[in-house]
């Protein structure tokens, strides 16, 4: 039995990451900081046997969509992925780490989900399936990569913005703790399918909200569901993970200068301002 492949998005490029069987997991991984806001669903990665379909909808609001196993016949419908959402079916793999982190966000963001789901749909439905628009793609990235990170103090937006990494992750180390800055919430499922593997140098496609993190993840349901964000990949500012203070060991100057994960702003490069 081989394990489950999935394409690697998180560090926005396009290598084959394979996840490793269930049994071969350390169950230390689902400490990770990145998984902190999953906590309720600890159960469905750490049991001994993976869950089945009506284990996961169970587990889903009962006016939401519901997961169905993809096979043959489920396939044979010839609707796109996104398509078959828009009906109520969200199709899953059985024993596949990706899928189940996917599950785990429908839980517990449905309506940035859905907000997903229906810009793909009004894209696909002016398009067609041939072709993905920029807006598609952000809309991917974010899906499959996306952090929402809350700014209080304007000042580490300007660094993060000219990539400054140094002294927005360590001279500014304690921001990260009283809320000058912070995680809202980790929605990419590719992101949280890789730390099933310790030490990877992960990177999330974010967007920000200025201000109370109070209903954060709500301002940008609202935001995509209207398409006032998302129109390209540009607007996702990426964030080396493992930068932030606590979220790597070794962390410290030397780390933090190594351009080819820290990497410099491209010149031309501007990001959009925050929510």
């Known amino acids: 039995m081989t394990a489950p492949a999935t394409d690697d998005h998180a560090g926005g490029g396009r290598r084959r990451f394979v996840a490793p069987l269930r049994g071969q997991v350390d169950a230390g991984c689902f400490r990770h900081p990145l998984l902190d806001g999953y906590g ?16 996961l909808n169970a587990r889903m609001p009962a006016s939401g969509p519901r997961f169905v196993r993809q096979d043959a016949a489920l396939l044979a419908d010839g609707l796109h992925y996104e398509e078959r959402i828009a009906h109520g079916r969200i199709a899953t793999r059985p024993e596949n780490w990706h899928d189940l982190f996917n599950a785990m966000v429908w839980m517990r963001h449905p309506a940035l989900k859905h907000a997903l789901n229906q810009q793909q749909c009004r894209h696909m439905a002016r398009m067609g399936t041939s072709e993905r628009s920029p807006a598609q793609q952000a809309l991917t990235q974010f899906d499959e990569s996306g952090v929402i990170v809350q700014v209080s103090d304007p000042s580490l937006l300007d660094l993060w913005g000219r990539h400054d990494w140094t002294t927005l992750f360590h001279a500014n180390a304690k921001r ?6 912070a995680v809202v919430a980790v929605v990419g499922h590719a992101l ?4 099933l593997v310790p030490g990877r140098l992960l990177v999330g496609k974010c967007l920000v909200v200025l201000g109370d993190p109070a209903g954060a993840v709500a301002r940008v349901a609202a935001s995509i569901a209207t398409g006032g964000i998302l129109a390209a990949p540009s607007e996702l500012r990426p964030l080396p993970l493992a930068g932030i203070p606590g979220w790597y060991a070794g962390q410290g100057e030397a780390f933090y200068a190594q351009e080819g994960y820290f990497r410099p702003l491209r010149e031309g490069r501007v990001y959009p301002p925050p929510l």
């Open 176 to 181: 990260w703790h009283d809320g000058g800055i």
């Open 40 to 55: 309720e669903y600890q159960d469905l990665l750490m049991a001994p046997h993976w869950p089945d379909i009506e284990a």
């Open 192 to 195: 949280m399918e890789q730390v």
